[in-house]
């Protein structure tokens, strides 16, 4: 896109949200009009369910939507790559992410911006809205207090909750690393990785890494002040804010390397770039460092750490970034939509590390039997089956893990969840069709 083009696309984007004043609404789910529905529907009919949640608390998931909706909460502190925008400047991104909660994964969800930044008061108001939710997702909120955040509220909820940031991230990532081992015939377990970066997104990538099978001790993190190792200065000095910094020190790094990013990255067969927008943040002689058939992700948006062409110039051997306009685009909405939909179509109390690898597993299948290749390693936010694969594949996990309050059959599974899954785009068709919802004027 040229400089002219971008200044044109975003204020594209701002005429349409002046045009359509919101992205989703709420609409009824029930046959309604008339004395009699209106009378069971709410008072004085609707005081026999509220008895009945009232006495056993778990029905509530029966009698009204709360099964299906989920809070999207932000406290404006890291909005997109913009900084500290505050609560109404989160707004517009938290409606966008309910519109694709929606959308891809037929799951209702519900802005939530605070002007509350403190970790505990946020605890405190999470907690307090639990009851009217089936899941939690944390959005766009600085670090480190997102990786307290998730582990106390995923300890003190019995509902899912998940930080797209790192959770979603991560998920996508290793579905995509996956596809591009096999295509260069390398297994999980074997590999040595370079993290770049180790923010939200690179220590949540880390963990997963090691959940899925790689040896913890051949990840190297690299984050702004240079490689991650268990003497490194200022992770011994108990700093509370570098807790998760050194979590990761304590386990990775077996050989206790020292140095930047092209002595992470000799050797290694994979490197991950979460760290800052490039170009120039990985350099091209620094992916010849690397082992045979190197494999290159540089997720740092908006600019790849490393374009790709010059990555593929390089020698690397398959090349994926966050960006729609390049091949193999890791997009966490690949992720959170289906992960979400599985655990909420078997009321989940817990999204846990397993079932994140189920999904990523599941997309990774998904893409192999249409046939992987350097340029497709990984679905694309249109293949709708993809969802609907890995939305089971989390529901059955969450079964076996036995953090399902339900427990349908694989066939009821399938149905249910690809009920879920079309149902927005049959309504948004209807819609625009009859003129409900107007045709974008792009
Ligand atoms: P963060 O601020 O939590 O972490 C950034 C980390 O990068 C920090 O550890 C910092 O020290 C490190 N860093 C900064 N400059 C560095 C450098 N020159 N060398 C090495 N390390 C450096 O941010 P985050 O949420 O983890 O996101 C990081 C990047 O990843 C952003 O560019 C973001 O857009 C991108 N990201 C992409 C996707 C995706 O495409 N799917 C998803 C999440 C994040």
Redesign the pocket.
């Known amino acids: 896109m040229s400089e002219s083009e971008r200044i044109d696309f975003f204020k594209k984007s701002l005429e349409l949200h002046r045009l359509y004043k919101g992205k989703i609404e709420t609409v009824p789910k029930v046959p309604a009009g008339g004395r009699i529905l209106f009378s069971l529907w709410y008072t004085p009919g609707v005081a026999e369910p509220a008895k009945v949640a009232a006495s056993n608390p778990d029905e509530v998931f029966e009698l009204t939507n709360r099964w299906n909706t989920v809070m999207i909460i932000s406290d404006g502190t890291?909005v997109?790559?913009l900084g500290k925008l505050g609560p109404e400047g989160a707004l517009p991104v938290m409606e966008g992410k309910a519109l694709l909660f929606k959308y891809l994964g037929g799951v209702d969800a519900i802005p939530i911006v605070v002007r509350e930044r403190d970790l505990e008061k946020l605890i405190y108001i999470v907690k307090t809205l639990e009851p009217s939710f089936g899941g939690v997702n944390l959005e766009d909120i600085?670090?480190p207090k997102?990786f307290d955040l998730l582990e106390r509220l995923r300890q003190e909820l019995e509902i899912p909750v998940w930080h797209?940031?790192?959770q979603?991230?991560a998920l996508?990532?290793i579905a995509g690393l996956i596809n591009a081992l096999k295509l260069v015939g390398k297994r999980l377990q074997d590999i040595r990785v370079a993290v770049?970066?180790?923010?939200?997104?690179?220590?949540a990538i880390i963990r997963y890494l090691i959940v899925a099978g790689v040896k913890p001790g051949n990840i190297i993190a690299?984050?702004?002040?240079?490689i991650l190792y268990r003497d490194r200065p200022d992770l011994k000095s108990g700093d509370p804010r570098l807790k998760w910094?050194r979590w990761v020190a304590e386990r990775t790094n077996e050989e206790g390397r020292t140095g930047?990013?092209p002595e992470a990255m000799k050797g290694a067969d994979v490197v991950i770039?979460?760290?800052?927008?490039g170009p120039g943040?990985i350099k091209k002689e620094w992916v010849k460092l690397m082992n045979d058939n190197p494999i290159v992700f540089a997720?740092?948006?908006?600019i790849p750490e490393i374009w790709p062409w010059e990555a593929k110039e390089a020698g690397a051997k398959v090349v994926a970034?966050?960006?729609s306009d390049f091949p193999n685009?890791?997009?966490?909405s690949l992720g959170f939509p289906a992960v979400f939909r599985g655990a909420l179509t078997v009321r989940a109390r817990k999204i846990t590390d397993e079932m994140c690898i189920a999904a990523a597993y599941a997309l990774a299948s998904y893409a192999e039997k249409k046939g992987i290749s350097e340029d497709y390693i990984i679905p694309t936010m249109d293949e709708t089956e993809a969802y609907i694969e890995e939305a089971i594949a989390v529901a059955e996990k969450a079964i076996e893990q036995g953090v399902a309050r339900r427990k349908p059959t694989k066939q009821e599974l399938e149905e249910e969840i690809r009920e879920m899954i079309m149902r927005p785009k049959k309504y948004l068709e209807i819609a625009l069709r009859e003129g409900l919802v107007k045709k974008a004027p792009i």
């Open positions: 890291r997109l790559g600085e670090s997102c797209d940031d790192q979603g991230t996508v990532t770049i970066g180790a923010g939200a997104a690179g220590i690299v984050d702004s002040k240079g910094k930047g990013i770039g979460v760290s800052r927008p943040v997720e740092a948006n908006p970034t966050g960006r685009q890791i997009n966490n």
